[in-house]
């Protein structure tokens, strides 16, 4: 299997393409990563039309013969897979990247080129680990899992490598706020409080990426728990708001005592009674708790009378940032799923939910019977 990592450097600056060769050459694995130039719109069309493949692309901000976007969107059009980094000049605006499909921004200086090469060079490492991985996982059949988590991986990599240039963006806004606020008049500060809300929105979707991948990492400290104690430690978070708007929980089952990592489960519990709670219909909010065993596993449901969840949505929303409502209306960057989805998986377990436009929602996630420490016979 060809293991080579092949960038396709899309720069006018012969300077910049050498710095990234001689960071290459003096990376242990030389042989491992192939760069190839394109500084003209022939050279560039060719490459991104050939059927070669890459695995990274990087654009230079400044170019001779189109603009970046152009390039961008192109690049989006022809290899939609391929991680898409910009190497930008001006820290202080941040371009409209994920119409063009980037996924991160580097300084264009010799600063952001070494920290390009590190990236690339940790892509190479978890390339590396996941063609272990396929050869040890061939007697798999499960191609999708082992797909997604090579995208988690990628994730943790991306959204570790985007935190600095990110902090400085931030720095610089902040900078703009406290001394040049009086100068920008009206309208200057009203594009930076624009700013500033989307560097912070930003700032959150980054943190819940690394938690997120993090979460992927931890091996689950298993204790044994009481689901009941948990619940109501999770009510008792919510009390106010469930008082507020008249919601009424109830346990249709005792929950059953489960070997499980204390902390992840109340993320759990949490996130699915914070969404009973937001995704709530027009009638007072009923929120029921129930627990079932079916042949080797626990099953633990929580249902709403919300306003429920169309069925093609239904297993989308359990993919990172994916959400069924207008994410407006709302807040929440969908993430919260993805997180449950994870530390279930963690714990050998599924979720899912069956659920209609209108008529309520039932989130059930399983754990198996192994993991139980103290059977508590329901009703
Ligand atoms: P967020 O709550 O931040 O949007 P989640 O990952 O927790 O993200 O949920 C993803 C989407 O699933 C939500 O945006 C919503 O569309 C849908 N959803 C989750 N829980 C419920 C529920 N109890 N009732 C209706 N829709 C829900």
Redesign the pocket.
Known sequence: MNDKITILFVSASRADVLVMKTLFAQMDAAGDFVCVPAATAEVFYSAIYVERSYQVIVIDQQQTWSDWQTIASTCQAQRPHVLQVLLTDSCGTVPDLLDGGIAATYPRNSAGLVALSRLVSGIHGLRQSFDMEVHQDEATPDAEEAASEDRERLVYAVSHDLQDPLQLARRYADILTEDFEQELGDSGSKVLDHLQFNLTRTQEMLDELLDFSRLQRATPQREPVDLNDLLDEVIALYRVTLDDIGANVTKQHELPVLNVDRRQFQRVFQ??I???I??RGEHPLQITVRAQRVRDEWRIGIK?N????AED?SKR?FDMF????D?DE?????????ICKRIIHNHRGKIWVR?SLGSG?V?IFSVPQADEVVEVVGD
């Open positions: 996130n699915l914070g969404n009973a937001k995704f709403d919300g306003i429920g969840i949505d929303i994916e959400r069924a409502v994410s709302l807040p929440g960057n969908g993430m919260g799923l993805a659920s929602s989130f």
